[in-house]
């Protein structure tokens, strides 16, 4: 543990508590509890001061081990994991303590252990990885059980050769790990360990063992869900190795259960993940499968006894829990539900995802992606709530719960959302009426902005940002006529050159859809000037026209250090079209460079293109299909899609398959079956038609894209004598993480694009690279020297 110290707001007076390990408030601020944690375990055990007397009681005390400390959400209900080492198990067996009946008295302390308890599962204890939960009513209180560790066996001891052997073994790969095998970068297997170090695939596997290497922690943590009932001292194990993901419903009346056994691995290369959705009895235990291979999201009803659910013929449903019955609720309602725009290779369209239940279980609100609907749950007339959204191309994006106590939608109440222009890139705060309708916008402007409200009154606190301006804090009443600005966080900004503003580009991609693109002006802009031009691409990027962006390393590339440099930067939007991702970024991209071109902002001459992961994929296929840019870079491209498709994302331990299939790559299938489709999209295949000078950035240990794919397109170019450079950071990830790494690359990144796009002199490593031998020099020559208060000059 260590000092805890409670600071009185109103005197000053300060109380130093030792020895605490974790300390709770209850949700009055009444009554705080924490645990000791002292030396030896000489004085363990829970207190409880009573903030109004300072009056302190000790709740439990042993010479264990206290974890978890939990309050009840609401009401005064305390439980406590107590755990006693096993030295001879190298384990703790936990106890579950729990305490109610505050303010009557003394506590009473209830001792849930389960090796007295009737029904508790042999060869288990109760898990310390999952903290206690209380019923709302806290006549039970939830927790988890988990295998207990077995006493080791008496060891068997190697021979003298064995023992030699094992001394003199070599290191061995990292389970999993990416890049570089054998013995670089790679941790010592210890000495005396005389196990093999196998791991067996084998095609029955639901997860592929690279992935359960990934969740092995996760799994070892793993507690199946049970219960306890304070009045009739009943155990109730509720999930076991059928049904091992629950969630209990409010009201605890009822759980949600979820089985992906049956889909499991076909999910593994599919990405979509099935599942059967059960619901439990919590009186009885009884199990009911409720919706077989079930695909989207579903949310309790307020009062526990419905759930509404999203079905594959896009339509909303609520499912009576105790009956069984169901309800389309959406049918005859005049929208659609699901993102029918959504350019992933879907079964059906997506859901906007529901927006929350009315508080009395009457109705929810659903999204359409433009407006918010009230649909009712009972049968009647579902009502447009926001009204103006899809007229006037302004997305109602998000409601905002203001009071984290909310359990479900008081509809009697105004109602808050976030609006978003489609075209315009403006943000907004709308008003909406919950039970009549109708939508009144309280701020709407060009920049993106975020709220917050007090508790109890009509007073915002909410942060207004653009590219130029810092999203300081402003603070408003409810009728938005005169803020206040209350913060000037970032006043060294007038000290650097910074951009003049943004402008949207509108243009039609080659297929005919209707895109924008975002223009960062450079900092002093002249309007009869022609700029060097950087264009970033990934997916759809112009709706971050307001988002504030502060000079650093670590967003490579930084618009804010381009345009501060006499640079416009360039985002534009990418849409697709099935089993074509490069040949899409070609039909969006090369029409949103024209368009910027005919701006008369751009020296059509001078452009430049830069993008990372799928945006470096991009990059790596449009040079091989224009010469419309000077030059780029592509960081941690995929370029090779056939060896990429069965490869392993090694940050999860998943298949790659799953991303080409219902994720970004935007395939109808596996190579096997659209091996043309995958052919023409891959670069590599496509790299005797590049001419523009690339840079690919690709890391020894990236988990996202396999090292070998920038080595495959490098090697391939390198060979053709095309002129390109290849920027590997050893023991980096799919990004950079160390700030000297960052730092090398956007100065690197600067050095690129500035002799190519404004004519200043190559250094040394662009013109003739650098010999291993020399790099350790070279670095240390590179190294910036820093005066102490050197001044920023615009």
Sequence with gaps: GTDLLLYNLTGGEMVNVGNVAEF???????????????????????????????????????????????????????????????????????????????????????????????????????????????????????????????????????????????????????????????????PNVPADDDNPSLILWHWKDPRLQSQQIVQEQADKSYSYLSLYRLADQKFMRLADDELRNLNVAPRDRFAIGIDTRAYQQVASYSGRYYQDVYTIDLKTGVRKRAVPKHLGPTAPSPDGTLLLYFGMDTSYHVLDMATGQTRDITRGVPTVFGDTADDHFNLVPPPFGPMGWAKDGSAVLLSDGWDV?????????????????????????????????????????????????????????????????????????????????????????????TFLDFPNFHLASSAFGSEKQLTDANPQQRQVAWSTGTKLVDYVSAKGDKLQGTLYLPANYDAGKKYPMLVTIYEKRSQNRHAYAAPNETRAPNPTLFTSKGYVVFDPDIVYKLNDP?????????????????????????????????????????????????????????????????????????????????????????????????????????????????????????????????????????????????????????????????????????????????????????????????????????????????????
């Design 24 to 186: 709770a408030f209850d949700d009055s601020g009444e009554f705080l509890a924490y645990t000791v944690d002292a030396r030896d375990r000489l004085g363990n055990g829970v207190q409880l001061r009573n903030m109004k007397t300072d009056v302190v009681k000790s709740l439990d005390s042993e010479r264990g081990l206290y974890r978890r400390l939990t309050w009840a959400d609401s009401g005064l209900a305390l439980a406590v994991l107590r755990g006693m080492p096993d030295s001879a198990a190298k384990d703790t067996s936990f106890a579950l303590i729990a305490f109610t009946g505050f303010g009557k008295g003394a506590p009473v302390r209830t001792v849930i252990d389960g090796k007295t308890l009737a029904g508790f599962p042999a060869g288990m204890q109760i898990s310390a990885d999952r903290a206690p939960r209380w019923a709302d009513d806290f006549s039970a209180v939830y927790f988890g059980i988990r295998d207990a560790k077995k006493k080791p066996a008496t060891p068997v001891l190697a021979d003298a050769s064995g023992g030699a052997n094992a001394a003199n073994r070599p290191s061995v790969v990292q389970a999993g790990a990416p890049g570089a095998g054998g013995t670089i970068n790679q």
């Design 373 to 465: 609907w009230k649909v009712p749950t009972r049968g009647g007339t579902a009502i447009n709530l926001t009204g103006d959204g899809r007229k006037t191309g302004v997305h109602y994006l998000r409601r905002y719960a203001f009071d984290p106590r909310e359990k479900g939608i008081d509809l009697t109440k105004p109602l808050y959302f976030a609006t978003y222009g489609e075209w315009t890139k403006k943000e907004g705060f709308a008003r909406v009426d919950g039970r009549r309708g109708g939508a009144a916008s309280l701020v709407f402007e060009d920049a993106k902005l975020n709220f917050l409200k007090a508790r109890d009154a009509d007073v915002f606190l909410f942060t207004r940002q």
């Design 582 to 794: 490069g040949m899409s970024a070609v039909w969006s991209v090369l029409p949103a460079v024209k368009a910027a071109i005919a701006t008369g902002i751009v020296d059509s001459t001078n452009v430049g293109l830069w993008g990372h992961s799928w945006g470096g994929y991009q990059t790596a296929f449009l040079v091989t299909q224009t010469d419309m840019f000077k030059s780029a870079i592509a960081g941690a491209p995929l370029t090779d899609l056939v060896s990429m498709y069965s490869s392993i994302y090694w940050n999860s331990g998943g298949t790659n398959q799953a991303i080409f299939e219902s994720s970004q790559g935007r395939f109808k299938g596996n190579f096997t079956d659209h091996y043309d489709a995958y052919i023409r999209n891959s670069p590599v295949f496509q790299a005797k038609n590049v001419k523009t000078p690339l840079v690919i950035l690709h890391n020894d240990k990236d988990g996202a894209v396999d090292f070998n794919q920038g080595v495959t397109y490098y090697n391939t170019l390198r060979q053709l004598g095309k002129e390109v450079i290849m920027l590997e950071y050893a023991g980096e990830n799919h990004g950079l993480a160390r700030p000297t790494n960052q730092k090398d690359y956007a100065v690197r990144m600067g050095e690129w694009f500035d002799h190519y796009l404004s004519g200043k002199p190559a250094p040394e490593w662009m013109k003739e690279g650098i010999p291993r031998i020399r790099m350790e020099d070279h670095l240390r020559e590179r190294k910036p020297v820093v005066k102490p208060d050197a001044p920023i000059v615009p």
